[in-house]
């Protein structure tokens, strides 16, 4: 297991000389290998902390990604979700259910990184590097992470939270949201193959529609059981396993979302789900790129501005209580 880790963490280093395609620009004052003078053993401490978190809960891979998508899509990685107060992203109906454990993983990580080599690596490099790792642990290729990214100072607004695709999005709004960042269709079908972990509350697919009745009937029949209901697995064939049963789920008209299911109602995107239901190593492939080019996201102006955060979930000299309102 350690052994192959280990491989799986050199190939990543080894991919980094390797450009990831013309459409992607390391964005300017980044590199792949920003800390390899002040903080030699940086993806080792990234690497001991998040196995020995996955090893208590395997969930915290689905958390990390989920943070990893929605701290990067609304304007770059920049940590600015991690921030708490009012005002925060985290307050906004988009990032409800975002896994404390994770956040708190996140911060844990910087404290250990920060007492071994001071405070020179950011919220948002322990972000791209720790969601790198737990996927490396569940077997997806690595990838090349832009790092010596700066924290934000304020939260993203609103609006552009609100950019985010949602579970009730068409195929055309999936496709325009995801085009408004750079993101092809490969993209988007790939990516949403992150569904093939992790879990749902009732209220994400209340609105679910489609011909195979017993199944949407199932869904919202496991809602009203309980005044409480279970969480929903996403992937309902192998709910733990990140694998590419998601894709077979969607053939036969089980994914949860109408924004899983909508993945077959166009021509394109219908062809690449099935690609990926057929060879798992093909959609591996395409995640990692995929990821990758997520990782690489810039938010306007550069990252220049922004500072290494003390506390992921404050801006350095503020308190948490004082928000952001006026910044935002
Ligand atoms: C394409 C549009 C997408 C939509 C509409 C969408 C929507 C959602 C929703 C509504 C949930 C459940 C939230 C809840 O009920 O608590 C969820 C869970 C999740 N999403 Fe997505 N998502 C999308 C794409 C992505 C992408 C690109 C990633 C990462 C690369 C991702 C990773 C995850 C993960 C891992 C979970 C499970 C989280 C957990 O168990 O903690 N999603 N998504
Ligand atoms: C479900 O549909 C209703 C009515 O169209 C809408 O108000 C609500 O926001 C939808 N819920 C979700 C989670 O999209
Ligand atoms: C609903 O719950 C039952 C019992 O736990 C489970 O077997 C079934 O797969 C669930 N339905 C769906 C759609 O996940």
Known sequence: MMALSRAAMLLALTMVAAPL?????????????????????????????????INKD?????????????????????????????????????NAGLRRSALLLIESVRAT?????????????????????ALLSSGVPGYPVPLGRKDSFAPATARQVAAMPGTDSTPDELLKSFASRGLDETDLVALSGAHTIGKATC???????????????????NCSVLPTPPLQDLDVTTP??????????????KGVF???????????????????ARDQGRFFAAFSTSMSKLAHLQGKPAVSIGEIRNNCFRVNGKKEEEGFAASA
């Open 21 to 53: 395609s013309d459409a992607v620009q390391l964005p300017e004052g980044l590199s792949y290998d920003f800390h390899a003078q002040s903080c030699p053993d940086l993806d080792n401490m990234v690497h001991h902390a998040v196995q020995a978190a």
């Open 58 to 94: 395997a969930g915290v891979v689905a958390g990390l990604l989920k943070i990893f998508f929605h701290d990067c899509f609304p304007q770059g990685c920049d940590a600015s979700l991690h921030l708490t107060g009012p005002g925060s992203e985290l307050d906004l109906p988009q």
């Open 113 to 133: 990184v920060h007492r071994a080599c001071g405070p020179v690596v950011s919220c948002a490099d322990i972000n791209s590097l720790a969601t790198r790792q």
């Open 203 to 221: 209220g994400s697919f209340v609105n679910r529609t489609g011909e195979d009745a017993g199944f949407v009937r199932s869904l919202q029949r």
């Open 240 to 253: 733990d396993t990140f694998d590419n049963k998601y894709y077979a789920n969607l053939r036969v008209k």
């Open 258 to 276: 109408n924004s899983d299911m909508a993945l077959t109602l166009q021509a394109k995107t219908s062809e690449l789900v099935d690609s990926f």
